[in-house]
């Protein structure tokens, strides 16, 4: 597609429920990164994929937090047993190459924990 | 590790003034630097970059940027806003292209009619 594209756009969940958070990037981009942003914050940094492989995964708060990218294009994001602070904007980005190009980021998805 | 500051949380200018957002930076070697906007319910977007090469680097949307090593100091300028360009800008920073970017907490800017 011309864009990264991220669904859903919206997901609200209950506390302890499972969610899965989906980002398509530009085709052809090896880069792929998930960041969260929180209200009146920037983006804080989750994941980074090099083709299938995570690069760095650093940034996972905690091992309630998983992430894929099976083919090397198609990323999901994954969290267990979901808790209130886990409400935020998922932002993923792609990038041709890495960092130095800069990045195409998604529109989000805003999930709600209730 | 590298980090980022962004002094100003809010800035108000008039149509038409010039602008200049801060953006300070902490990394030991010559960084990747960026800035990057978000509008209102839109996704973020680069403004421009920059590596090695000339310190003043131009943007889209008529922005540009000046890399001062001695101040570590990456700020964003723009002679003249537009009504438009009011939004939340981002000022980021990267170690190396096989990284990741580290983001500063923004800097929302208000445009006065």
């Known amino acids: 597609g011309a864009g990264v594209s991220q669904t859903p756009s919206n997901k609200v969940t209950e506390k302890g429920k499972y969610v899965e958070l989906r980002c398509d990037p530009i085709s052809g981009h090896t880069a792929l990164y998930w960041y969260r942003q929180s209200l009146g914050q920037g983006p804080e940094f989750l994941i980074y994929?090099?083709?299938?492989?995570?690069?760095?995964d650093s940034g996972l708060p905690n091992d309630r937090f998983f992430a894929v990218r099976p083919e090397g294009s198609v990323s999901t994001l994954k969290i267990q047993r979901t808790e209130r602070g886990d409400s935020a904007v998922y932002l993923c980005?792609?990038?041709?190459?890495?960092?130095?190009?800069?990045?195409?980021f998604g529109s989000g998805t805003r999930l709600t924990v209730v | 590790a590298q980090s980022v500051t962004q002094p100003d949380i809010h800035i108000t200018v008039s149509e038409g003034a010039s602008l200049e957002l801060r953006c300070n930076y902490s990394y030991g070697a010559t960084p990747y630097l960026f800035w990057y906007v978000q509008s209102p319910g839109q996704g973020l977007q680069l403004l421009l970059k920059?590596?090695?090469?000339?310190?003043l680097v131009q943007g889209i949307k008529g922005f540009e940027a000046e890399f001062k090593r001695s101040q570590s100091s990456f700020n964003l300028r723009k002679p003249s806003v537009h009504w438009s360009d009011a939004a939340e800008y981002f000022c980021a920073v990267g170690a190396s292209n096989a990284g990741k970017s580290t983001f500063g907490d923004g800097t929302t800017l208000t445009v006065k009619p």
């Open positions: 980005a792609s990038s041709l190459r890495g960092t130095g190009d800069g990045y195409t």
């Open positions: 920059y590596f090695s090469g000339d310190t």
């Open positions: 994929f090099q083709g299938t492989g995570a690069a760095d």
